[in-house]
Nanobody, 122 residues
Framework: QVQLVESGGGLVQPGGSRRLSCVAS????????TAWFRQAPGKEREFVAALSWSGTSTYLADSVKGRFAVSAGDAENTVYLQMDSLRPEDTAIYYC???????????????WGQGTQVTVTS
């Protein structure tokens, strides 16, 4: 069993920053990928960022390139999503997910957290 807990969401003004954290526990194999997805009301889920199991490869959606960064934390099984220059269109529930398959394939993610709300508004 795998458990994922996200934190760090909240209200932020346009142009501001926020860092989301994802902590995984349970039966985590070392060769796993971790990703961040988001879903805004009325929109499909978007594959936002991903980190390979080695931590040396990343994926960022075009919509967030240059503004977001994904990285591994010092604590075991912790992954961050640093969000800068936030825009109102970044408002969504952000989910952390894990895969033991292809870290770069959105469809391979099958363990999910409960999500954390990020609202960007003035």
């Amino acid at each position: 069993q795998v458990q994922l807990v996200e934190s760090g969401g909240g209200l932020v003004q346009p142009g501001g920053s926020r860092r989301l954290s994802c902590v995984a526990s349970g039966r985590i194999f070392s060769s796993h990928g971790t990703a961040w997805f988001r879903q805004a009301p009325g929109k499909e889920r978007e594959f936002v960022a991903a980190l390979s199991w080695s931590g040396t490869s990343t994926y960022l959606a075009d919509s967030v390139k240059g503004r977001f960064a994904v990285s591994a934390g010092d604590a075991e099984n912790t992954v961050y999503l640093q969000m800068d220059s936030l825009r109102p269109e970044d408002t969504a529930i952000y989910y952390c997910a894990i895969t033991f398959a292809n870290w770069a394939r959105a469809d391979d993610y099958n363990y999910w957290g409960q999500g954390t709300q990020v609202t960007v508004t003035s």
